[in-house]
């Protein structure tokens, strides 16, 4: 937005901030003070205001006692003072009539919200699309995140940071599609990749993926989905509903159906460096492989076993404290792999347990590994009061399903350690 010399112009959209003209300035109270969100109600209401008990109970959530009626004059007086401190020009901001608060209408009010929306609106009534796909992405580049993000537990700031967050995404599903429609891959790349540094976890990255097969840039697609797989699988350990795996499958399948030089393919497949120990892969990965060796097996006839391992605090229940779950839970994963084989595979199920497939083992070698796992994590963890759990199958007595995996009745145990 540009900026002229006698407009107050305010950003709410990620952030809050002030400026008139082009220069900056700030008020003499917190961001999260009632003296704040009095101001950002009478700038939002802009010339219609607000009536004084809706500003009672906005900002009380009472507005039949006297003590927020004493509280609420104090307010406004405050609020005029912190104003006549900025570089404002010098005049009266609050206007009351007839029981109704508004911001001076002397001052050009220009919020970047706001202005967002009109541009959206104005956008979907576009019936050309080439004039529609740019007056959406001209939209789109005012949205710069949440609306009041710290205010976000106030509920009037909940309800509008809803209705923006969905113009927005509305404005992304439908730019991008114009943008690959007509083949503009690169405008709907840069619209969805901004989306995905706003929203990492709204799924854009179907949208990113397309535009670069679509250019034929194989290599930052298999990127994007190995990063994004990353992304929902273990750092946020999303649930492993059957509709978040088939929304990887189809990730996996568009890169796999793509055209490409075997060459480069076998050489962006290979592991850059030999490393000891089991392999880890990501849950879906893990599943993926799975039903190929209970293929395999069918033939074969190896043994084949499925192994869970359970974090939990010397009681046998959950670890509560995130930052102790994590830490453990790296402490896991290391001992699984440099315990293990580089022929054996594991993944991380949820924050606190691991799936692990032993090849070529029997189930008494089984409680073997599980103490070897054991001995290496008391090693890196000394004097903590961590129990591993295990279960142990055999890989015959395991059934599958979309979602995931489910255990059958084998052969099984659990043991506890602290």
Request: glycine residues 4%; proline residues 2%.
């Amino acid at each position: 937005m540009g900026k002229e010399k006698t407009t107050l112009y305010v950003h709410m959209l990620g952030d809050l901030s002030f400026w008139y003209g082009n220069k900056a300035f700030s008020l003499k109270c917190s961001n999260t003070s009632k003296v704040m969100q009095l101001l950002l109600l009478l700038l939002t209401a802009e010339k219609e205001g607000m009536p004084r008990v809706q500003l009672l109970e906005t900002l009380y959530g009472d507005a039949e006692t006297q003590d927020a009626k004493n509280a609420f004059r104090i307010l406004v007086f405050r609020l005029r003072k912190f104003l006549e401190e900025t570089i404002l020009p010098d005049r009266e901001y609050i206007h009351i009539e007839k029981g109704i608060y508004r911001f001076s209408s002397d001052v050009k009010v220009e919020i970047d919200a706001k202005v967002f929306a009109q541009r959206a609106k104005e956008a979907f009534r576009l019936e050309d699309k080439t004039k529609r796909a740019n007056a959406i992405k001209r939209a789109c580049e005012v949205y710069s995140g949440e609306y009041l993000p710290f205010l976000s537990g106030e509920e009037w700031v909940a309800e509008e940071s809803t209705r923006y967050r969905e113009l927005y995404f509305q404005c992304i599903r439908e730019g991008c599609q114009l943008m690959k429609e007509s083949r503009r891959y690169e405008e709907g790349l840069s619209l969805c990749s901004q989306a995905i540094k706003l929203y990492p976890y709204e799924e854009w990255q179907m949208i990113q993926m397309d535009c670069l097969l679509a250019m034929n840039r194989y290599r930052e697609a298999l990127n994007v989905y190995e990063d994004t797989t990353m992304l929902f699988f273990e750092q946020m350990d999303l649930s492993r509903s059957k509709k978040m795996l088939d929304h990887f499958r189809t990730m996996s399948s568009q890169l796999h159906d793509s055209m490409g030089a075997l060459a480069e393919i076998k050489s962006s497949m290979s592991e850059k460096e030999f490393i000891p120990g089991a392999y880890y892969c990501s849950y879906p990965s893990f599943i993926d492989s799975y039903r190929m060796i209970s293929r395999t097996l069918e033939r074969s006839g190896s043994s084949i076993f499925l192994m869970l391992c359970t974090i939990t605090n010397n009681r046998g229940n959950p670890i509560e404290k995130d930052d102790i779950l994590r830490r453990q839970t790296k402490n896991l994963s290391r001992a699984i792999r440099s315990s293990l084989r580089r022929g054996d595979l594991y993944t991380r199920y949820s924050p606190n347990q691991f799936l692990v497939l032993l090849m070529e083992i029997n189930q008494e070698d089984c409680e073997i590994t599980y103490k070897r796992i054991y001995t290496r994590f008391k090693e890196l963890c000394p004097g903590q009061k961590i129990q591993i759990r295990y279960y142990v199958s055999s890989i015959a007595g395991v059934k599958t399903s979309s979602g995931g995996l489910s255990f059958g009745k084998t052969k099984n145990r659990w043991k506890n350690r602290s």
